[in-house]
């Protein structure tokens, strides 16, 4: 088959692509990294991974399938950063979805759907390497069932997760670190590292797990 995995330029996905990438070619498949919709050609599998491009019916209409996998029990926890919210809200199971992309916000019909399964003590490096392979695993076993599996059509309230800006990263200096650890586990020290501020002074720290 004629596979794309098209994922953001910057995103933490690429590197897990690569796996993919490797995996797909080794079963016999045809496949093309690229990082905009308007690479796009005709084909028949887009896996969209860490997209965050607004992908129009036009673009859609170029493969046979366009897979996304999201990070929660759709039809609940659509949005942004659903492993995150997750983890901040105490949570070390997170459910993942398999699903076909439409015109629609997360709510195309289901084909497989996992669970990842974390210790509570991962950074975010940590967590993403495993939400990676476990994202590589579901999109070759999707692969491997192609045309034998269908879809179901998502059944339930559907709920949102909005999308978590720089400014979410604050801690609170009355807090302990025990009560405010799962908000440093989904920090980013590059790109919005954890903050507070005394008296109109803002401060920033850097976590790294040592051992």
Request: hydrophobic share 35%; aromatic share 10%.
């Amino acid at each position: 088959m004629k596979i794309t995995i098209l994922t953001d330029k910057t995103s933490w996905m690429n590197k897990y692509n690569i796996i993919l990438e490797q995996q797909l070619k080794k079963l016999g498949h045809d496949v093309k990294l690229i990082h905009s919709k308007n690479e796009l050609g005709s084909g028949d599998i887009t896996f969209f991974l860490s997209c965050f491009e607004i992908i129009g019916e036009n673009f859609l209409k170029l493969n046979k399938n366009n897979i996304v996998v999201h990070a929660s029990d759709l039809p609940h926890g659509k949005g942004w950063s659903p492993t995150s919210w997750q983890i901040l809200d105490g949570k070390n199971d997170i459910p993942l979805t398999l699903f076909e992309a439409t015109n629609s916000v997360d709510a195309g019909d289901w084909y497989i759907k996992d669970t990842l399964h974390l210790n509570g003590y991962e950074l975010i490096n940590e967590w993403q390497e495993k939400l990676g392979l476990k994202i590589v695993e579901m999109c070759i076993n999707y692969i491997e069932q192609y045309g034998l599996i269908k879809g179901k059509q998502q059944i339930g309230e559907e709920s949102f997760y909005k999308r978590r800006k720089p400014e979410d990263s604050e801690l609170n200096v009355d807090k302990t670190i025990r009560e405010q650890f799962n908000l440093l586990r989904i920090v980013d020290n590059e790109k919005y590292p954890a903050f507070f501020e005394i008296e109109n002074n803002k401060y920033t720290l850097e976590i790294k797990h040592v051992n």
